[in-house]
């Protein structure tokens, strides 16, 4: 962890309000922990939360470097769980391949900021930049937050019924396969092997990230091959 931080249990409210003391400047969370395994956290939770950073006046902020831009099926991930942060960043995805990420704030926060306070050296360059509204504009005109949702549901139906998976979970085309054993990285191995990429995020979880505008039957195909790499 940074300096700074203290860890504590993601989905814990009262754990969580334990840790927060005088100094307390802010609480960061994933609404969908990527690296832990792919696990969402619950709108009640969450919600909790911002319920808690209000009462004890600090901020709130989401880090949604993964399940930004459109990955869960909205532009951000907050967006279909009924609260707002205070700051929050995203990257990953925004340039799609080029190297980008952004800070945003509520006004009240970002004013906080004042000439000088942060800086960096390569920050806004016209050709990242110019790459990250192109994103954008080409997720909105081909209507990819649609197809988020409809390629999503087609995933938790056809891998629900594979044999050797027992739970489909995450949000939008962020998910994970969760196995009924602690093969995951062989099963990662072997998909690679046919030509699909997946990742082993937990020893019994296979996370899925497709491209957001991955079609019905490339949705079929990948999961075919999913089932031949599980045996």
């Given amino acids: 962890l940074p ?30 922990q990527g690296e ?6 619950s709108t009640d939770y969450l919600r909790g939360v911002r319920d808690l950073c209000d ?15 459109g990955r869960t099926g909205t532009w951000f991930s907050w967006q279909q769980l009924g609260f707002e942060p205070d700051i929050a960043t995203t990257a ?37 930049c110019r790459a990250a509204l192109t994103v954008l504009d080409e997720i909105e005109e081909y209507g990819l937050l649609s197809n988020v949702a409809e390629r999503s549901e087609q995933f938790r139906e056809a891998l629900g019924h594979l044999d050797g998976v027992v739970n489909v979970r995450g949000r939008g085309l962020l998910l994970a396969a969760v196995l009924d054993d602690t093969r995951a990285l062989d099963v990662v191995e072997r998909s690679l092997e046919l030509g699909l990429i997946v990742n082993a995020v937990r020893p019994d979880a296979v996370r899925f990230a497709p491209p957001l505008n991955i079609s019905e039957e490339e949705t079929a195909q990948a999961v075919s091959v999913f089932e031949k790499a599980l045996g």
């Fill in 92 to 128: 990953k995805a925004l340039a799609n391949g080029l190297p980008v990420g952004v800070a945003m704030a509520r006004g009240e926060v970002a004013t906080a900021f004042e000439s000088g306070d942060h800086a960096t050296t390569f920050g806004g360059g016209p050709v990242v």
């Fill in 3 to 32: 300096p700074g931080f203290t860890q504590v249990t993601a989905g814990d409210l009262p754990e969580l309000e334990a840790a927060i003391g005088p100094d307390t400047a802010a609480v960061m969370v994933e609404t969908t």
């Fill in 36 to 41: 832990g395994g792919v696990v969402p956290l």
């Fill in 55 to 69: 009462a004890q006046d600090i901020l709130l902020i989401v880090d949604d470097v993964q399940a930004g831009v």
